[in-house]
């Protein structure tokens, strides 16, 4: 069985940490987002506290930020699972290493 080229291995690790890469990104922009919910529900709050202000576009903003995260949560946990269940695979196996050992 042929071996596997050098640029084929070089090509397979850039495209692996291109993925950390966007996990580290995706984490980040979860973060920000996280924020970005909170602010517009303490300002949904405090124009409803408000005479004459309404907070129902804010509290909108802040409902629909939530749902994104809730999307892009879902979406990274699978990227996790899947990141999770593939790597093992590249661990070399007890016989595979010095020795031979476990």
Known sequence: MAQPSREWIAEQERAERELVDRFADLDAVIMRVE?????????????SAMPNCDGTLRLREANDLRQVLAIAKHHQSNLDRVHLLEEPNRRPKPTQRAGGRP
């Open 35 to 47: 924020g970005y919910a909170l602010r517009a529900a303490e300002s949904a709050r405090a124009l």
